[in-house]
Structure formats: C-alpha cells, structure tokens
Nanobody, 128 residues
C-alpha cells in the first residue's frame, strides 16, 4: 500500500512562489502516474497537473499552464509542484495522487476517478 504525504504549503503573497512536495512510501511509486489536484472552499476538486512514471510526459490545467511545473525524483520517491506567479484564485488544499493501474506506461491522467491513492493535502493560501 502506497502512502503519500504532502508538504510545502503555506501563506504567500500574490505573485509569490511555493514548492510542494509529495513523499511516497511503497515500491510502486516509481512505476505510477502521479498527479496534483486542488480543492477550494465550496468548490469541487479540480485537476492541476500530472506526470508519467518516467517524468517524460506532463500535462497541466489551462489555469496553471506556464506558472506551475510538475516533476518527480523516483530515487527519492517524491513528486514536486513548483508554483510561481501565484494568484489569490490558486488558494486551495492541494492533494497529490497516484495511479497504479498504468504502471510503466508513458501516459498522463487528468481524471481524479482514475487515481488509486491520495495524500492528506496541504493548504496553500495566496493573499492579495
């Protein structure tokens, strides 16, 4: 069973940056597609970014494209989300998730329904 623990959230001013980390336990992490999602108060959880098992393929939501970068270090069992030029509308709880079904496939996954395991989330607050 893979467990995920997010960190790096916090309070930042409009235009600032944060780097989120998601540390995984379990061998299947390095074979899995990984994703970041977020949920703002009163809103549904939404896709942010995803990365293939090798890191060779990435995909972003239009709202974060050009500002956020997803990456992974399989040797460290960690996936990252670098967030630059943050805006107040980026305020949310950010979750990382893993999809074990597509191990060793160079694909990305944007639907939360496809992910098998989730972290507990980390709060990101951007003040105006």
């Amino acid at each position: 069973q893979v467990q995920l623990v997010e960190s790096g959230g916090g309070l930042v001013q409009d235009g600032g940056s944060l780097r989120l980390s998601c540390a995984a336990s379990g061998r299947s992490f390095s074979r899995s597609v990984m994703g970041w999602f977020r949920q703002a108060p009163g809103k549904e959880r939404e896709f942010v970014a995803t990365i293939s098992w090798s890191g060779g393929a990435t995909y972003y939501a239009e709202s974060v494209k050009g500002r956020f970068t997803i990456s992974r270090d399989n040797a460290k069992n960690t996936v990252y989300l670098q967030m630059n030029s943050l805006k107040p509308e980026d305020t949310a709880v950010y979750y990382c998730a893993g999809d074990q079904a597509r191990q060793y496939t160079e694909v990305v996954v944007t639907s939360s329904d496809e992910y098998d395991y989730w972290g507990q989330g980390t709060q990101v607050t951007v003040s105006s």
